[in-house]
């Protein structure tokens, strides 16, 4: 079983910037396939930013605004969101797919709400 605990989210202006972090509770050098998803009031989750097997991929959306980052030491992996905007705003959720288990484990999901 993994844990995933997301923090950093919260209230921020548009044009600003956030950095989420997600701290696994079990080693990350063991998951090939981890990221961000959101969800917005009434919408689908969408694939935010993915880091798998070595490549990175980043939704159209939030590409050179958003980067996608990790330190293994800490079993963390980040989001760092710059010139947010009102659009980004949606719970976001980190999640994981380790080595012995098809499905993903996913956080609880925090709030990220860009507005004036």
């Known amino acids: 079983q993994v844990q995933l605990v997301e923090s950093g989210g919260g209230l921020v202006q548009p044009g600003g910037s956030l950095t989420l972090s997600c701290e696994a509770s079990?080693?990350?050098?063991?998951?090939?396939?981890m990221g961000w998803y959101r969800q917005a009031p009434g919408k689908e989750r969408e694939l935010v930013a993915r880091?798998?097997?070595?490549?990175?991929i980043y939704a159209d959306t939030v590409k050179g605004r958003f980067t996608i980052s990790r330190v293994n030491a800490k079993n963390t992996v980040y989001l760092q969101m710059n010139s947010l905007k009102p659009e980004d705003t949606a719970v976001y959720y980190c999640?994981?797919?380790?080595?012995?288990?098809?499905?993903?484990?996913w956080g609880q999901g925090t709030q990220v709400t860009v507005s004036s």
């Open positions: 079990r080693s990350i050098t063991r998951s090939n396939d």
């Open positions: 880091w798998s097997s070595g490549s990175i």
């Open positions: 999640y994981a797919v380790y080595s012995w288990r098809q499905s993903p484990y």
